[in-house]
């Protein structure tokens, strides 16, 4: 655990001692907070609907931008043969850089409570919804950081870890969605729908906590970090 932590904080001091943490934060919240007041204008009513149905698009498009330099660039820089040769467990690197990258979003995420605030000024907020819509972009957010850092560790190209992130996020949203799911037989659109990350998205996003939602999740985000593992174990040993 303390190595986790050390890499926790190793992987922080690196995102904030460059521009890629504060360019990340700016851009998500300005675009978050504009979705916000762009639909608080046009329904003329306080409601955070506008912020919670552009954050799975935010989610989607910048998560792989953070997630495609996790290992691709310790390729790329040969950080990642040190790396391998110091004592320091697969788990242990793999959890550090995930939790950290976590951290990143979760404080995204919170910059966008002015939204929050707003809404609860101009009218009366339900607090289920809220805690809920932003549970589920957290947990959106670790499922896509997962999947996303599998990839890169996939790969030394950048570009191509940023690509196939962004296709695997994008085919787990739709795979659950209805227009989708319309293209086949009803047996195979109900198992595809228990894979499509949008519905689970949009239960939890409705305040009520469904352990099957959460089973998801927590399976998702387990499974791709297991394979991560393997995959440096894989590596090290090649």
């Given amino acids: 655990m ?30 978050a907070l504009l979705a916000f007041f762009r639909d ?10 506008g912020l ?55 404080l995204a995420l919170l910059l966008t409570a002015g939204a929050v605030v707003t809404a609860g000024w101009l009218g009366d907020l339900d607090p289920g919804p809220v805690t809920g819509g932003y549970a589920a972009a957290v947990l959106l957010g670790g499922s896509y950081l997962a999947l996303g850092m599998l990839i890169s ?12 992130a962004l296709l695997a996020c994008f085919a787990l949203w739709v795979i659950g969605e209805e227009f989708f799911l319309g293209l086949w037989p009803q047996p195979v659109a109900e198992t595809l729908a228990i894979f499509g990350s949008g519905a689970h998205f949009r239960s939890v996003a409705r305040g009520v906590l469904d352990l099957r939602d959460l089973l998801y999740y927590g399976s998702l985000i387990v499974v791709c970090l297991g394979a991560n593992m393997a995959v440096l174990e894989a590596r090290k040993e090649g």
Avoid at 40 to 49: D, H, I, M, S, Y
Avoid at 55 to 73: D, F, G, K, Q, Y
């Fill in 2 to 31: 303390k190595t986790t932590i050390a890499i926790v904080r190793k992987e922080l001091r690196g995102y904030f001692n460059s521009p890629i943490a504060y360019v990340f934060l700016v851009l998500f919240a300005n675009a």
């Fill in 153 to 164: 560790a996939l790969t030394e190209n950048q570009i191509l870890a940023f690509l196939g």
């Fill in 40 to 49: 608080l204008w046009g329904r003329n009513e306080a409601t955070l609907r």
């Fill in 52 to 106: 919670f149905d552009v954050l799975p698009l935010l989610l989607l498009l910048v998560v792989p931008a953070l997630t495609m330099r996790l290992w691709s660039e310790e390729r790329q820089l040969g950080t990642f043969e040190v790396l391998m040769t110091l004592p320091v467990r697969e788990r242990d690197a793999v959890l550090g850089k995930f939790l950290a990258s976590w951290v990143l979003l979760a």
